[in-house]
């Protein structure tokens, strides 16, 4: 761990912008602006955005991973509920947010690729249509969430709707021709709610940063040579998409 | 260190001189507000866990005051719960899970990897004041009434009480985030900002250890997060996820809440046991034995971890086999444990050894942990367990490991690296002194403890038959002299910092990396990258100038 002060700058494994004998570690910087001071090269920059969005993806699947056990458990405790509630989802308007979703991480793939390409218009275009998407994904959930309070569809002890005994017991009025459904199905929309709510917020989320992307293109700060912000935030909304592509099948699908 | 650069960078044309020390770089209280140097951020942080470590230390000093004699004696049993529990959450949340990895690693991690900062200075600076406003919302909770659940945050009591759960527990979540954050940092730039030369083999222990931590902080903390959230949620909308009137389930809080938070222990422990292999390499002028196998435990710890929650369960209802399967689970800990201790205990052996203070909270480090450990394989024991559980014995166990492992690697760390930080010297004779007031303060506190807990005291209890009183006494008197301890150690910091001398560059004559640059450190860590050709406690290839004080 010799500081080697007194010896000449050897290379640095990451690719180098050192010539040997330089003095101060302060005056390798030659490079362009977006280079923070404490890189020696555009490609470490990079690596360490990347490794830090993964390992925050990562963090994101586990965050997620705790409402999927609870979904597993409560599944097989009660799976007449289960079932029986998955049926009054709108499988049609889950399904066309699927499609959203899934063209949505299209197009932010295509924004990055149109990034590294230079292509500054293009990126913008495509952000636009992935902003575009991520709003229409939230309009249909919209209706989806207004459907369910107007059946009374309520997470937990609001739940209003009726069903056969069990806990809620009476059944409330003004429901009398809607079909019961079984016992412990609220806990069913507690998860439905806090899992769709949950991803919601991802995608409310995604939109801001996106939109704070599309500014920056705008205003020139991407190049061929950097192009790392669009590449994390098209991560960010893969990751928001695989995540649906998850709750879509467990929601909606299964009986 | 080579000689000053005669030009003006690019990236510092609007700054101040990157050679000059970082706490004199830049001047006036916003340079700090909105700094992005590690080494100010850790300043920060570690300004603020001593604050947090206070006040749940006087916490902590009540709670024993309360129970000196039978009976009330200075609070009632309802301030009592939410004392301890305060106690509890402060002294989790607030400070240990923080104090090593945000406040010393965030200074000493950069340095140690002959980096100029993290790799997100931004994100570092964020994940501070998210640290601080999760403080807020729990100490927002203190003045409004507190909580009574214990730290634990146990459904269903915590979605019944009138007490204010959602603000601690979303103080909580926020302050998980910053953990995650910091998390983040730290292992891409272990990954990516190495200095040249510096291979995985030649990092120092240190790292080794915070990068482990680092690991179980990404991918723990969110499940706490999402937990938390949930009781919240249940407690608002009545999910009946946890509610057993409701249908849910109040088990299945306990396993979510220990899957993060046996793996904290680990956040907790590792960051410790990686301060006191930096300690005891520099004090004993040797190398580590068995570097490999001292990092690599780190790593097992912190997979091993992720498999043990359950023996948090024995009791609350679990099968015959889980519980058997996390039991054994349990007894591997020993391993990597293990592993440390013993190569600890052989770097001492033929060690040229010095006795200061920095080393006195390694050697008592072990000495405790050993202790805490050991008692941990008592509480593994299925059949033992079942007698143990939620008893004093359990108290005293997890005080050995929290207190006599992480508090000590941290003040130990503390003293170890203030010179660095502060560019002080502080007065050693005072600093052992204090240090005796602490060993022996808390093992006159935590002894009587595990004596009465094995004869049945249960924990949290307000009240005790007469035949615990005169453990509880003793356990009292133990804690007045370990605050009187902490007393000492916090005048003779504050005097350092007054009417300190200036600290030379290598104060304790270490071969490590950080002690190598000027002191306190320049803006950007060193006036010359540094190039790594040997091993951060290769002492046989370290040269005079670099083990010399000058």
Known sequence: MSTAASHAEPARPHGDSHHAGEPGHDEEHHGPAWLAHHFDTPAQQFDAAKLGMWAFLAQELLFFSGVFVAYGIFRSWYPEAFSGASHQLDRVMGASNTIVLLFSSWTAAMSVRSSQLGKKAQTSGYLIVTIACAFIFLVVKYFEYQHKFHAGLLPGKFFGHPVDGGLFGAIPAGHGHVPHLPAKAHIFFSLYFVMTGIHAIHVIVGIGVMFWILKRNASGEFSKEFFTPVDLVALYWHLVDLIWIYLFPLLYLID | ?550
């Not at chain 2, 994100?123 to 998210?130: A, D, E, G, R, V």
């Not at chain 2, 040249?196 to 706490?224: D, E, H, N, R």
């Open chain 2, 1 to 550: 260190m080579g000689a000053a650069t005669t030009t003006v960078p690019r990236a510092q044309a609007h700054h101040p001189d990157p050679n000059e020390n970082y706490l004199k770089a830049e001047r006036g209280i916003m340079s700090w507000i909105y700094t992005l140097d590690h080494k100010r951020i850790g300043v920060m942080y570690l300004v603020s866990v001593l604050l947090a470590f206070l006040i749940g230390g006087i916490f902590a000093l009540a709670v024993r005051l309360e129970l000196f004699s039978r009976g009330k004696t200075i609070m009632d049993a309802d301030a009592y719960n939410r004392t301890f529990t305060l106690h509890g959450v402060v002294m989790v949340f607030l400070f240990i899970i923080p104090s090593v990895p945000a406040a010393l690693g965030n200074f000493i991690l950069p340095i140690q990897l002959g980096a100029k900062d993290v790799a997100f200075p931004r994100l570092n600076l964020m994940s501070y004041y998210i640290y601080v406003f999760g403080a807020c919302f729990a100490l927002y909770s203190m003045v409004n009434g507190a909580v009574d659940t214990g730290w634990t945050f146990y459904t269903p009591y915590s979605m019944r009480t009138t007490s204010a759960v959602i603000p601690m527990v979303l103080g909580a979540f926020i302050m998980g985030f910053s953990s995650i954050l910091t998390g983040v940092n730290f292992i891409a730039t272990v990954h990516k900002l190495r200095a040249p030369g510096q291979t995985w083999t030649k990092l120092p222990l240190f790292i080794w250890g915070l990068y482990a931590t680092s690991i179980i902080q990404v991918l723990a903390t969110p499940v706490l997060a999402i937990t938390l959230l949930l009781l919240c949620l249940e407690r608002f909308l009545g999910l009946g996820i946890f509610d057993p009137k409701l249908g849910g389930d109040p088990v299945l809080f306990q396993h979510f809440f220990w899957f993060y938070s046996h793996p904290a222990v680990y956040i907790m422990i590792v960051p410790g046991m990686a301060v006191v292999n930096e300690i005891i390499a520099t004090f004993s002028r040797r190398a580590i034995v068995g570097y490999m196998f001292v990092a690599m435990s780190s790593l097992a710890l912190a997979l091993l971890g992720f498999l043990v929650w359950g023996h948090h369960l024995f009791v609350s209802g679990m099968s015959e086999y889980a519980t058997m399967v996390f039991s054994a689970l349990t007894f591997l800990v020993a391993i990597p444990s293990g592993v440390k201790v013993f190569n600890w205990v052989a770097t001492l052996y033929k060690g040229s050894i010095r006795l200061e203070s920095p080393m006195l909270y390694a050697l008592s480090f072990i000495f405790l942990f050993t202790i805490g450990g050991l008692t941990g394989l008592f509480l593994g024991v299925l059949a033992i367990d079942v007698h143990l559980h939620d008893t004093y014995f359990v108290v005293a166990h997890f005080h050995y490991v929290m207190v006599g492992g992480t508090v000590m690697g941290f003040v130990g760390g503390l003293h170890y690296w203030w010179p660095k930080i502060t560019g002080k010297l502080f007065n050693e004779g005072v600093a052992k002194v204090a240090w005796a007031l602490v060993f022996i303060g808390f093992n006159v506190t935590f002894i009587a403890q595990f004596i009465m807990g094995s004869r049945g005291m249960p924990r949290r209890y307000y009240d005790y038959l007469p035949e615990y009183e005169i453990f509880h006494k003793v356990s009292t008197i133990g804690s007045w002299i370990l605050g009187l301890g902490f007393l000492t150690m916090a005048v003779m910091f504050v005097a350092s910092l007054i009417k300190g001398q200036k600290s030379t560059r290598n104060p304790w004559g270490s071969a490590a990396l950080e002690w190598q640059t000027p002191t306190p450190p320049p803006l950007a860590n060193f006036i010359k990258v540094p190039t790594i050709t040997r091993g951060p406690y290769d002492y046989h290839l370290a040269t005079e100038e670099e083990l010399s004080e000058k």
